[in-house]
């Protein structure tokens, strides 16, 4: 592939990505009731779901960072993994650069 080619390709994958990019919905949805009832209901809520924890607490006794979640275990691991697999990448291209190749 000739080096004219390169910028080409870099200027076409930009703008197929900004072209995609344009059609991911934003955040700015329109809300069918008012804000101030979903705030004064959500602050209800809110305030049920903390009373309803600490009666929890108070039975079980306290527990650290319990939150019931999804565990996360695979992620953090997967993780783990890609960014040793990456830091390794670097190491090699360093080492490679240097040797002269």
């Known amino acids: 592939?000739?080096?004219?080619?390169?910028?080409?390709?870099?200027?076409t994958a930009a703008g197929?990505?900004?072209?995609?990019?344009?059609?991911?919905?934003?955040?700015?949805?329109?809300?069918?009731?008012?804000?101030?009832?979903?705030?004064?209901?959500?602050a209800t809520h809110l305030t049920q779901q903390a009373r309803a924890v600490t009666a929890?607490?108070?039975?079980?006794?306290?527990?650290?960072?319990?939150?019931?979640?999804?565990d996360t275990?695979?992620?953090v691991v997967g993780g783990t993994l890609f960014l040793g697999l990456g830091a390794g990448f670097v190491v090699y291209s360093v080492r490679r650069e240097r040797m002269g190749f």
């Open 1 to 11: 592939m000739s080096s004219a080619r390169r910028p080409l390709l870099t200027a």
């Open 73 to 75: 275990t695979p992620y």
């Open 16 to 42: 197929t990505l900004l072209c995609a990019l344009w059609f991911v919905p934003s955040a700015n949805a329109s809300q069918d009731t008012s804000a101030r009832a979903t705030a004064e209901s959500s």
């Open 56 to 70: 929890a607490a108070d039975e079980d006794g306290p527990e650290l960072a319990d939150t019931g979640g999804p």
